[in-house]
């Protein structure tokens, strides 16, 4: 696609349940990035994808987070039991050969 | 440390130009963006300017980076009501194996009156 796409748009979900949301980065892009934004603290980094190198996880905030991505395109990250700090929206972002990261529309994320 | 700053809130009438302005501390950084957000949207990328330059202009914006001071200004020329939006600075550092990650500014709420 012409632009890096995220699913859901929205997401309402129970504290204590499981959420995926998906990054479809702009094809071609080799890195991808994660990151959320939340009002208590502004954008802040939760992993990079760089082609088939381990990825840099060191941004995320506890062991309930993780984050795959397969064939070195699509990425999903994954909330377990889901806490309502965990409440922010989510955004993709990729980059190609030019060193310019192009995000996505992100995903809002609330546990009730 | 990686800290970006930047002010909270501009008010500015239609037709003037805006500054924004932020600061960052860590001089490792390699490009230094400015993106923008609307309400419920994304981040748009605006421009940005590699680290060893000290202005760059496209179209109505002006980027300026003092890197002495490590200092980095956006000026927008005549200012739009469309240009409302929150404007945030950020710094690439490359750490080890992670090129690009970026460090953002809380953002500057750009409000334009008609």
């Known amino acids: 696609g012409a632009g890096v796409s995220q699913s859901p748009s929205n997401k309402v979900t129970e504290k204590g349940k499981d959420v995926e949301l998906r990054c479809d980065p702009i094809?071609?892009?080799?890195?991808l990035y994660w990151y959320r934004q939340s009002l208590g603290q502004g954008l802040e980094f939760l992993i990079y994808?760089?082609?088939?190198?381990?990825?840099?996880k060191s941004g995320l905030p506890s062991d309930r987070f993780s984050a795959e991505r397969t064939g070195g395109s699509v990425s999903t990250l994954t909330i377990q039991r889901t806490q309502q700090e965990d409440s922010a929206v989510y955004l993709c972002?990729?980059?190609?050969?030019?060193?310019?990261?192009?995000f996505g529309p992100g995903t809002r994320l609330l546990v009730l | 440390g990686e800290d970006v700053e930047q002010s909270l809130f501009l008010s500015v009438r239609e037709g003037d130009s805006s500054v924004i302005n932020c600061t960052y501390t860590?001089?490792?950084?390699?490009?230094l963006y400015w993106y923008k957000q609307e309400p419920g949207a994304g981040l748009q990328l605006l421009t940005y300017?590699?680290?060893?330059?000290d202005m760059k202009q496209d179209q109505r914006l002006t980027v300026l980076l003092n890197k002495k001071d490590k200092h980095l200004s956006l000026r927008i020329a005549d200012t739009q009501t469309g240009d409302s939006a929150i404007y945030f600075c950020?710094?690439?550092?490359?750490?080890?194996?992670?090129?690009?990650?970026?460090?953002f500014g809380r953002g500057t709420q750009l409000t334009v009156w008609p």
């Open positions: 994808f760089q082609g088939n190198s381990a990825p840099d």
């Open positions: 300017i590699f680290s060893n330059m």
């Open positions: 950020a710094e690439s550092i490359d750490r080890g194996s992670t090129l690009g990650r970026l460090y």
């Open positions: 860590d001089s490792s950084s390699t490009y």
């Open positions: 094809s071609g892009h080799t890195a």
């Open positions: 972002a990729s980059r190609g050969s030019q060193e310019t990261q192009y």
